[in-house]
């Protein structure tokens, strides 16, 4: 059932990007951004990424998810 749900947050849009700016601590410059995807899921309420991401790994999902976010 998440595959189909996930599905349908990608072509819908219902996932959000959280960008995530780690800091080097020695020289207190940002290092990077890292893009971390999440979903609210309308009735299982906040999904894991280790969740969806597997889901969409597993039924080819991962290249319209990884386009979404980039």
């Known amino acids: 059932r998440l595959k189909g749900d996930l599905r349908g947050a990608i072509e819908h849009g219902q996932l959000t990007v959280a960008y ?6 020695a020289t207190g410059r940002l290092a990077r951004f ?16 280790a969740t969806f991401i597997t889901i969409a790994e597993e039924s ?11």
């Not at 890292?34 to 990424?49: C, K, N, T, Y």
């Open 60 to 70: 080819a999902l991962i290249g319209p998810l990884t386009e979404w976010v980039g």
């Open 34 to 49: 890292d893009a971390l995807a999440r979903w609210q899921h309308p009735v299982q309420g906040l999904i894991s990424p």
């Open 20 to 25: 995530q700016p780690p800091l080097n601590l």
